[in-house]
């Protein structure tokens, strides 16, 4: 059975021991985000800090700091399943006979098995009313950052036109009692959702979800299709319906067992400058302008645990549930580009960064195609460098990847600049916000009809005569 809530998933981590209680008095400004990175630079164990100087909640940190813990958080070993599955339900046959319709009910019923379901209560609504963004223990993690931030907020708004519910994790500045700066991306969703109220100088209503199952943390780090309500993608993970509970003071539903859930709006006429953050790629992100969550209630269960996560320089928790992005959207990728066979967005990158892509080649100019055609998908259009190698290379073993740029390209052919493109909000290098160049290396072997007109040389490989001499004898030489 999938987790229900974050408890749940903490007293698993307990009984395979991995997770630590801190019961010493620790600090939330600062020394809480330095434990936390040593932890999460090692892949360390989670920790539940019992108590925090002057809060009264518990705060988990590194919850899903290793590849290990991200398979126990969504229940399975190969993340893959999760864009199969998607792709599984997209995939229609025409149904031609009754036979063949029913066939098709098992897939109907699949979709109403993963949808979430609202009920009429939840352990959130435990503690309803009360509402003060100062009693949350929210970490100032660097030196040098503007104050204290909520780091795993899950940010709910609804698409004003369809309706269809986005969650994404952005930061938010926490100003006062009732008021934080809310570091939505423009690229992002949340941002957009706003966008179409900001028109209608209207404002949005917000919730913001903080401890909830892992897979609806997960949903809200997901860059899903458009289109796709990020509950029902949660359930798509978990092979499960959520479920919900309304809010009070807001048109929207929330997670009947979340730890905490704040109630507003962002409102288009109160923007204020966010920032310095120490960021995903390991430097200040610079004070920028955004827009204010507005709080007005706040539901919690008894005594809530607040959770956290700490960002800076690669490689940290957030590489984890990357790592799972990765995978599980590569079936996605397929669906748009058969020909791409495996996909890897190197942590150390920080996913933005750079990524690799390994092709089965079938005509000429083909890694371009891919390149552009990912620079045109959802949120791979922030992607700086895309890497195109043949499917003989071991995407995920940078020495493979380094032999192939080295043997098959040559710069003036195989590499592509696109000045003026969208670029990610954080990118250090960019020359201005949120637009720069990108560079695609296309390390694919050329042929006579991509202007290689030499013939091609012949890659140095063992023959099966000699490999099958020497793997028969290979004891015989007492090596090992
Ligand atoms: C710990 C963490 C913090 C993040 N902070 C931000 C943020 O402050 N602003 C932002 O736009 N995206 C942030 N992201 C990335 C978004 O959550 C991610 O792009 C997600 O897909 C939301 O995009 P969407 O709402 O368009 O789906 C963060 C991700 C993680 C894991």
């Given at each position: 059975?999938?987790?229900?809530?974050?408890?749940?998933?903490?007293?698993?981590?307990?009984?395979?021991?991995?997770?630590?209680?801190?019961?010493?008095?620790?600090?939330?400004?600062?020394?809480?985000?330095?434990?936390?990175?040593?932890?999460?630079?090692?892949?360390?164990?989670?920790?539940?800090?019992?108590?925090?100087?002057?809060?009264?909640?518990?705060?988990?940190?590194?919850?899903?700091?290793?590849?290990?813990?991200?398979?126990?958080?969504?229940?399975?070993?190969?993340?893959?399943?999760?864009?199969?599955?998607?792709?599984?339900?997209?995939?229609?046959?025409?149904?031609?006979?009754?036979?063949?319709?029913?066939?098709?009910?098992?897939?109907?019923?699949?979709?109403?098995?993963?949808?979430?379901?609202?009920?009429?209560?939840?352990?959130?609504?435990?503690?309803?009313?009360?509402?003060?963004?100062?009693?949350?223990?929210?970490?100032?993690?660097?030196?040098?950052?503007?104050?204290?931030?909520?780091?795993?907020?899950?940010?709910?708004?609804?698409?004003p036109e369809n309706n269809v519910r986005n969650l994404g994790v952005y930061r938010m500045q926490i100003i006062d009692e009732k008021k934080a700066i809310m570091h939505w991306q423009i690229h992002k969703r949340g941002a957009q959702h706003y966008l179409?109220?900001?028109?209608?100088?209207?404002?949005?209503?917000?919730?913001?979800?903080?401890?909830?199952?892992?897979?609806?943390?997960?949903?809200?780090?997901?860059?899903?299709?458009?289109?796709?309500?990020?509950?029902?993608?949660?359930?798509?993970?978990?092979?499960?319906?959520?479920?919900?509970?309304?809010?009070?003071?807001?048109?929207?539903?929330?997670?009947?067992?979340?730890?905490?859930?704040l109630e507003g709006y962002v409102d288009p006429n109160d923007i204020r400058i966010e920032g310095p953050f120490g960021d995903h790629t390991g430097y200040y992100t610079p004070p920028e302008p955004y827009p204010t969550f507005h709080l007005n209630s706040i539901m919690h269960r008894d005594d809530p645990i607040y959770?956290?996560?700490?960002?800076?320089?690669?490689?940290?928790?957030?590489?984890?549930?990357?790592?799972?992005?990765?995978?599980?959207?590569?079936?996605?990728?397929?669906?748009?580009?058969?020909?791409?066979?495996?996909?890897?967005?190197?942590?150390?990158?920080?996913?933005?960064?750079?990524?690799?892509?390994?092709?089965?080649?079938?005509?000429?100019?083909?890694?371009?195609?891919?390149?552009?055609?990912?620079?045109?998908?959802?949120?791979?259009?922030?992607?700086?460098?895309?890497?195109?190698?043949?499917?003989?290379?071991?995407?995920?073993?940078?020495?493979?990847?380094?032999?192939?740029?080295?043997?098959?390209?040559?710069?003036?052919?195989?590499?592509?600049?696109?000045?003026?493109?969208?670029?990610?909000?954080?990118?250090?290098?960019?020359?201005?916000?949120?637009?720069?160049?990108?560079?695609?290396?296309?390390?694919?072997?050329?042929?006579?009809?991509?202007?290689?007109?030499?013939?091609?040389?012949?890659?140095?490989?063992?023959?099966?005569?000699?490999?099958?001499?020497?793997?028969?004898?290979?004891?015989?030489?007492?090596?090992?």
């Amino acid at each position: 059975m999938p987790f229900e809530s974050i408890r749940e998933y903490i007293d698993r981590l307990e009984d395979i021991g991995q997770l630590r209680h801190v019961k010493s008095k620790v600090s939330s400004d600062l020394e809480i985000g330095e434990i936390l990175r040593r932890l999460v630079y090692k892949q360390g164990p989670s920790v539940l800090f019992e108590n925090v100087d002057n809060y009264k909640m518990k705060v988990l940190g590194n919850a899903f700091g290793s590849i290990k813990r991200m398979e126990i958080a969504l229940e399975m070993k190969r993340f893959e399943e999760i864009g199969e599955r998607i792709v599984g339900l997209t995939r229609m046959e025409i149904p031609t006979s009754m036979i063949d319709k029913i066939k098709m009910l098992p897939k109907l019923s699949e979709i109403t098995e993963y949808a979430p379901k609202t009920v009429n209560k939840g352990t959130v609504m435990e503690n309803i009313g009360k509402a003060n963004l100062l009693d949350l223990p929210a970490l100032r993690s660097w030196p040098n950052d503007a104050g204290r931030f909520i780091t795993f907020g899950l940010v709910l708004t609804k698409h004003p036109e369809n309706n269809v519910r986005n969650l994404g994790v952005y930061r938010m500045q926490i100003i006062d009692e009732k008021k934080a700066i809310m570091h939505w991306q423009i690229h992002k969703r949340g941002a957009q959702h706003y966008l179409m109220k900001k028109e209608k100088n209207e404002k949005i209503e917000v919730g913001v979800i903080i401890g909830a199952d892992p897979a609806t943390i997960f949903a809200a780090v997901a860059p899903v299709p458009e289109g796709l309500d990020k509950y029902l993608f949660a359930g798509i993970v978990r092979k499960k319906g959520l479920r919900l509970v309304k809010c009070n003071t807001i048109d929207l539903e929330v997670p009947a067992d979340a730890e905490i859930v704040l109630e507003g709006y962002v409102d288009p006429n109160d923007i204020r400058i966010e920032g310095p953050f120490g960021d995903h790629t390991g430097y200040y992100t610079p004070p920028e302008p955004y827009p204010t969550f507005h709080l007005n209630s706040i539901m919690h269960r008894d005594d809530p645990i607040y959770h956290t996560t700490v960002v800076g320089k690669p490689i940290v928790e957030d590489a984890y549930i990357g790592k799972v992005i990765e995978r599980s959207f590569l079936p996605l990728i397929q669906m748009f580009h058969p020909e791409v066979i495996d996909f890897a967005m190197p942590a150390a990158g920080w996913f933005q960064g750079l990524a690799i892509v390994s092709i089965k080649k079938i005509y000429a100019g083909q890694a371009k195609k891919v390149m552009l055609g990912l620079w045109g998908l959802g949120q791979l259009s922030l992607t700086k460098i895309i890497i195109v190698v043949d499917h003989d290379i071991n995407i995920h073993d940078m020495n493979d990847v380094i032999w192939a740029i080295t043997t098959r390209v040559d710069a003036r052919r195989d590499i592509i600049i696109i000045d003026n493109a969208p670029t990610d909000t954080l990118d250090p290098a960019s020359p201005l916000l949120n637009l720069g160049s990108k560079l695609g290396i296309d390390a694919t072997q050329k042929w006579k009809e991509e202007g290689y007109e030499r013939e091609p040389q012949e890659l140095s490989v063992v023959d099966n005569v000699t490999k099958e001499l020497v793997d028969r004898r290979w004891k015989e030489y007492n090596l090992e």
